[in-house]
């Protein structure tokens, strides 16, 4: 089994991806703690795709991104992994009692995934289990569609989790390793706190 390939950001996080970007995307939302914005790219399962989210936990107005990808994939298996990798992360760390996170998609099959109650598709069953999972694990999402690249942070993560793609795609990648993950550390500090 591979390790997975770490990956670089393909430069700084734009100017205008500042916290008031973000304030400005989670005002009207429910009341939550934490807001996760995610994208994914991809297209049949033969080829690789990407994924990118921002994550602000507003407890702490900490901002961290986190990208990755795989060899093999569709468009909504990556455009679900852009949330519910940082979602699983969330999901690990201590703390006390439910954490509310919301979550801005532009994929209407992910916010189905992540919405208590809908009905859920034979089609990548391990998914809708996996969000599942997540709920048992205390966290209380929110999923919320927004049209594609309608806020700075969404077309952030898109143009990364097209990167990610774009660097799983090159000849070297595919003998090396089967998936890729990475973070930017290059927030800049008028922004908000990197990591979380």
Same mark, same amino acid.
């Given at each position: 089994?591979?390790?997975?390939?770490?990956?670089?950001?393909?430069?700084?996080?734009p100017a205008d991806c /500042?916290?008031?970007?973000?304030?400005?995307?989670?005002?009207?939302?429910?009341?939550?703690?934490?807001?996760?914005?995610?994208?994914?790219?991809?297209? +049949?399962?033969?080829?690789?795709?990407?994924?990118?989210?921002?994550?602000?936990?507003?407890? /702490?107005?900490?901002?961290?991104?986190?990208?990755?990808?795989?060899? =093999?994939?569709?468009?909504?298996?990556?455009? %679900?992994?852009?949330?519910?990798?940082?979602?699983?992360?969330?999901?690990?760390?201590?703390?006390?009692?439910?954490?509310?996170?919301?979550?801005? +998609?532009?994929?209407?099959?992910?916010?189905?995934?992540?919405?208590?109650? $809908?009905?859920?598709?034979?089609?990548?069953?391990?998914?809708?289990?996996?969000?599942?999972?997540?709920? =048992?694990?205390?966290?209380?999402i929110t999923p919320i569609h927004r049209p594609?690249?309608?806020?700075?942070?969404?077309?952030?993560?898109?143009?990364?989790? $097209?990167?990610? =793609?774009?660097?799983?795609? =090159?000849?070297?990648? /595919?003998? %090396?390793? +089967?998936? %890729?993950?990475?973070?930017?550390?290059?927030?800049?500090?008028? /922004?908000?706190?990197?990591?979380?």
């Amino acid at each position: 089994m591979s390790r997975p390939m770490l990956l670089t950001a393909p430069g700084p996080v734009p100017a205008d991806c /500042t916290l008031e970007a973000l304030e400005a995307l989670s005002e009207p939302l429910p009341p939550h703690d934490v807001l996760v914005v995610g994208d994914g790219s991809g297209s +049949t399962w033969e080829r690789a795709i990407g994924w990118a989210a921002v994550i602000w936990d507003k407890r /702490t107005d900490a901002i961290a991104v986190r990208f990755g990808g795989q060899l =093999r994939g569709t468009v909504n298996i990556a455009e %679900a992994l852009s949330l519910l990798n940082p979602l699983q992360e969330l999901a690990s760390q201590p703390r006390r009692g439910v954490l509310s996170v919301a979550c801005v +998609t532009d994929s209407e099959v992910t916010q189905q995934l992540l919405t208590p109650g $809908k009905p859920r598709p034979a089609a990548n069953a391990g998914l809708w289990a996996w969000a599942q999972a997540l709920v =048992r694990e205390g966290l209380a999402i929110t999923p919320i569609h927004r049209p594609r690249n309608s806020s700075p942070w969404q077309c952030y993560v898109d143009a990364l989790s $097209k990167s990610a =793609r774009k660097l799983l795609e =090159r000849p070297a990648a /595919t003998q %090396a390793s +089967t998936s %890729a993950i990475g973070q930017v550390a290059n927030i800049p500090r008028s /922004t908000a706190r990197v990591g979380l």
